[in-house]
């Protein structure tokens, strides 16, 4: 029982140190920069960002124990299935130390969407991630056309204007 209680201590500390690391560099990147490059492991195998050259990208930063993000991936799941014709491409980048805590996320709340795993915590670093979830909104010429803190019901409309709006600009 100890053991237990241990180990949800030790998981608690690990995901308040990875959200506090990322407060130190609020939004790195800013609209219009063109967005860093990633190579991450994923469920259907190597997910690399520049391989999404010209689509539109919504690159959404996440984590089991975020209730936001619970939250977020039924719309994320809506808006892929809706737009992806159009060339959108969702990328939930996975921020849990262990995978498994991931796995069992998704066994309960399934993507439609392209999965990768950091468990390392290195690329939000370089986005600048400040808190879960993080999202970004990258054009099809690869620069980053805004930067999202948080989910809730009420965003779903602005995010989805946001997505349109891109899928529409000049190709």
Same mark, same amino acid.
């Given at each position: 029982?100890?053991?237990? $209680?241990? /180990?949800?201590?030790?998981? @608690? ?7 506090? %690391?990322?407060? &130190? ?9 063109? &967005? ?13 960002? &520049?391989?999404?050259?010209? /689509?539109?990208?919504? !690159?959404? @930063? ?11 991936? /039924?719309?994320?799941?809506? !808006? ?9 491409? =969702?990328? %939930?980048?996975?921020?849990?130390? $262990? ?19 950091? &468990? ?6 370089? @986005?600048?991630?400040? %808190?879960?979830?993080?999202? @970004? ?6 620069? !980053? =056309?805004?930067?999202?803190? %948080? ?13 349109? /709006? ?6």
């Amino acid at each position: 029982m100890a053991d237990i $209680k241990l /180990s949800k201590v030790k998981t @608690f500390l690990i995901a308040f140190s990875i959200c506090i %690391g990322f407060s &130190s560099n609020i939004y790195a990147i800013d609209p219009g920069s063109k &967005s860093p490059d990633f190579d991450l492991p994923g469920t259907q195998g190597p997910v690399k960002l &520049s391989k999404s050259a010209g /689509s539109v990208v919504y !690159v959404d @930063f996440w984590a089991s124990w975020c209730g936001p993000c619970r939250q977020s991936f /039924s719309w994320m799941n809506e !808006v892929q299935e809706k737009y992806r014709s159009q060339g959108l491409k =969702i990328i %939930g980048v996975n921020l849990d130390a $262990k995978n498994e805590d991931a796995k069992k996320f998704l066994a309960q709340t399934p993507a439609k969407f392209t999965i990768a795993f950091d &468990s390392k915590g290195d690329v939000p670093k370089v @986005f600048g991630v400040k %808190g879960m979830p993080t999202s @970004f909104l990258i054009g099809r010429d690869g620069k !980053v =056309i805004f930067q999202h803190l %948080g989910f809730k019901e009420a965003d779903r409309e602005s995010l989805e204007k946001e997505i349109k /709006s891109a899928l529409e600009a000049k190709k």
